[in-house]
Structure formats: C-alpha cells, structure tokens
C-alpha cells in the first residue's frame, strides 16, 4: 500500500538550515507530482510546495519562495524540503503528499496519500 | 489568494446524527475544484471528497459533497463514532492552493 515517511524535523535558531526527507513506496513515484504542506501547532494547513513528477519544475508559497527548495530523487523515490534562512513562524507539521492522478505537470490538484508529519521548530 | 471559511469552528453532535459542515470561498471556485479532508490527532489526513461531490476511494457513502460557485458543504449522513475529527476543505482552482481553517466535529 501507498506509505508516505517524512524524517529530518527537529529544532532549529532562527537563521538556521533543516532537510526534510519524504520516503515514497507502494505506488510508481516517478509519476506523480509531490507537495509540501505544512500545519502550525493549533492552526489550519498551509500549502508550502510542489515540485513536477520529473522534477522539471516547481512552485512555492510567496512565505517560503527564496528560502526553501523543493526536490526529488526519483531513484530513491524520495522527495525533499532543503529549508533555509528558518524563522519562528515555520514552525509547524511538515507533511509530504501525493497528486492523486499521474502526470500532472502544475500545482493545483488535491491529495490521496499524505504522511504522518514532521515536525520542526524554530527557536531560540 | 482564495481564502476559505469553514463555519461552524465546533460542532457538537451525537452519534447517529447528521452534521453539515460549510464552506464558503472569498472568489468562485469554478468547476468545482474543491475537496475535502478528515484529520484526526497524530494521524495523516485522509481524502474524503474531491470535484466538491465526489467521494474518494473507499469512503463511505454517509459522506457526501455538495456546492458550486462559493458555497459548500460536506455532510456526513448518520454520525459513527469514527466520525469525530478535524474536517478541512481545500480549493485548488486557483494559485496558490488554499485550505479552510477547519471544523471540529465532537461527540456531544
């Protein structure tokens, strides 16, 4: 079955660099477009990224646009969250989740399979 | 952005009632570019309704989605005691894509 793993939270200064991992299996990962969202202690979800199936392209909230990167290792079937320049206010859940149609080459869809969450915390 | 408002915040019924969860966008979300989520603690969402109407995989039919332009709403027909979670909508008509704030449904 579809099993979403996110691994790499933790606590973090303000200034400071995180890596999240996201370990894919039971479904053809090279096919399917891979987001980031993420949900503060006590708040709503927020959308935080999504990067193409083959990794051609990817799309940011303006929150994290030119301090977090998306990517992907499609051998590995294994996505990735590089965050920098962190602040208090990303302090939050990390989740990976899946498009559930293959091949969608932009980042309006919805989501069959999340993980469970990471999480990480900014502070000083 | 398209913000979403879920009302009410809580919800208190019993079990084997019927509740009604709404939705409402600040812009249309045309063609229904709407679904729906089930959070429970420590556990990974779960997708319940897609398209505003149609239920995901191996949901039960107690669920069901209804709505177009800005308006939704997500009922869940005879409350089982599994029912009582977060639920969150989701547009993704336009960019970025954009989550309610919740409704928590709990036991009465």
């Known amino acids: 079955q579809v099993q979403l793993v996110e691994s790499g939270g933790g606590v973090d200064q303000p200034g400071g660099s995180l890596r999240l991992s996201c370990a894919a299996s039971?479904?053809?990962?090279?096919?399917?477009?891979m987001h980031w969202v993420r949900q503060a202690p006590g708040k709503g979800l927020e959308w935080v990224a999504f990067i193409r199936y083959d990794g051609s392209s990817s799309y940011y909230a303006d929150s994290v646009k030119g301090r977090f990167t998306i990517s992907r290792d499609n051998s590995k079937s294994t996505l990735y969250l590089q965050m920098n320049s962190l602040r208090p206010e990303d302090t939050a859940f990390y989740y990976c989740a899946k498009d559930r149609d293959p091949i969608k080459v932009g980042p309006l869809y919805f989501f069959d399979y999340w993980g469970q969450g990471t999480l990480v915390t900014v502070s000083s | 952005e398209i913000v979403l408002t879920q009302s009410p915040g809580t919800l208190s019924l019993s079990p084997g009632e019927r509740a009604t969860l709404s939705c409402r966008a600040s812009q249309s979300v045309s063609s229904s570019y709407l679904a729906w989520y089930q959070q429970k603690p420590g556990q990974a969402p779960r997708l319940l309704i897609c398209g505003a109407s149609n239920r995901a995989t191996g949901i039960p039919d107690r669920f069901s989605g209804s709505g177009s332009g800005t308006d939704f709403t997500l009922t869940i027909s005879r409350l089982e005691p599994e029912d009582f979670a977060v639920y969150c909508c989701q547009q993704y008509h336009s960019s970025p894509i954009t989550f309610g704030q919740g409704t928590r449904l709990e036991i009465k």
């Open positions: 039971g479904f053809t990962f090279s096919s399917y477009g």
